[in-house]
């Protein structure tokens, strides 16, 4: 069975910029999360949406949104992009709690 | 705000050695879970523990979830070179999916 699986791997963009990630849970999974990791660093929250719902949202600014389809599968937008949005975003998966699942994510380099 | 300690930050041993690592929180958490990443991969699940006091063993890992559900600790036996990786611990709130990760500790073992 396939795991969470995003996509692209690896991005580079310049300051100002947008960007559009992209997310697709384990078959069955109705909840899709996201996370920032800045090089270093442990996972920081940002999003979580069940049932194409938003449930939680971490400190993040309005710069950064997303949206769940309704396979279930998730975006992850970000406007103007600064040189500190360099990171590697990961998507995580889960039945609707836990335990989640994590994709390999998306490296995103801001130049 | 929910904070997760994580110690040490870096371990480095020889294979066959212990190691420990510990994380640290004022916040009760719901569930915590146990993540190993590895460069250029997202983190991979390796346990989650509930019950305050908890002792879960995952083949020479050993996990311990403190009886105030404030802490945990991650005990690695006779180490080997395939243990190298970044660990992550991560707690979970009694809602929502929200994880709150730890720094990580990054253990090198030496063949």
């Known amino acids: 069975d396939a795991g969470v699986t995003q996509s692209p791997t690896h991005l580079i963009k310049t300051r100002g910029q947008h960007v559009t990630l992209r997310c697709s849970p384990i078959s069955g999974h109705k909840s899709v999360s996201w996370y920032q990791q800045v090089l270093g660093q442990g996972p920081q929250f940002i999003f979580q949406?069940?049932?194409?719902?938003?449930?939680g949202r971490g400190n993040f600014p309005d710069r950064f949104s997303a949206r769940q389809f309704p396979n279930y599968s998730s975006e992850l937008n970000v406007n103007a992009l600064l040189l500190g949005d360099s990171a590697l975003y990961l998507c995580?998966?889960?039945?609707?709690?836990?335990?989640?699942?994590f994709g390999d994510g998306t490296r995103l380099s801001i130049l | 705000t929910q904070l997760l300690e994580q110690s040490p930050q870096f371990l480095s041993i020889q294979e066959g050695e212990n190691l420990t690592v510990y994380c640290n929180s004022s916040s009760v958490f719901s569930s915590l879970q146990w993540y190993r990443q590895e460069p250029g991969e997202g983190p991979v699940l390796l346990v989650t523990v509930v019950t305050g006091g908890e002792v879960k063993k995952l083949k020479r890992l050993t996990f311990q979830f403190g009886d105030a559900r404030k802490d945990s600790s991650l005990h690695i036996t006779a180490a080997q070179p395939g243990d190298t990786g970044l660990y992550l611990c991560a707690g979970a709130p009694a809602a929502g999916n929200k994880l709150t990760f730890g720094g990580g500790t990054r253990v090198l073992v030496k063949p």
């Open positions: 949406y069940y049932e194409k719902e938003e449930r």
């Open positions: 995580a998966s889960s039945l609707g709690g836990q335990p989640q699942h």
